[in-house]
Nanobody, 125 residues
Framework: VQLQASGGGSVQAGGSLRLSCAASGGTFSGYSVGWFRQGPGKEREFVVGIRWPGSYTPLPDSLKGRFTISRDMTKNTVYLQMNSLKPDDTAVYYC???????????????????WGQGTQVTVSS
């Protein structure tokens, strides 16, 4: 399965973006999906995920109430809605999928088999 992440851009603090992760050559059926981000000079960090078939991971406190993950199986797309964006949210955002990922391993990048190319999100103050 190939993943295409899109929807990034440059916004001012307080703005919103919706990232999309579209699958081709396969579907999300049977796959767990995760959103990760990597800020300048930082390691890649887990944002949020869905373990197949439908267990959602909690968001970090810093993102609660601002970020929401959703999935549209009819469109073969997973979304990350980001509201009230802050400069600290500036990063390249990646989506990834993997099969047979146990819940406790969802935050680990090496658990995932396929990655999208990443989409840049830049938040200015």
């Amino acid at each position: 399965v190939q993943l295409q992440a899109s929807g990034g851009g440059s916004v001012q603090a307080g703005g919103s973006l919706r990232l999309s992760c579209a699958a081709s050559g396969g579907t999300f059926s049977g796959y767990s999906v995760g959103w990760f981000r990597q800020g300048p000079g930082k390691e890649r960090e887990f944002v949020v995920g869905i373990r197949w078939p439908g267990s959602y991971t909690p968001l970090p406190d810093s993102l609660k109430g601002r970020f929401t993950i959703s999935r549209d199986m009819t469109k073969n797309t997973v979304y990350l809605q980001m509201n009230s964006l802050k400069p600290d949210d500036t990063a390249v955002y990646y989506c990834a999928v993997g099969s047979r990922i146990i819940y406790s391993m969802l935050e680990i990048p090496s658990s995932y088999e396929h990655w999208g190319q990443g989409t840049q999100v830049t938040v200015s103050s």
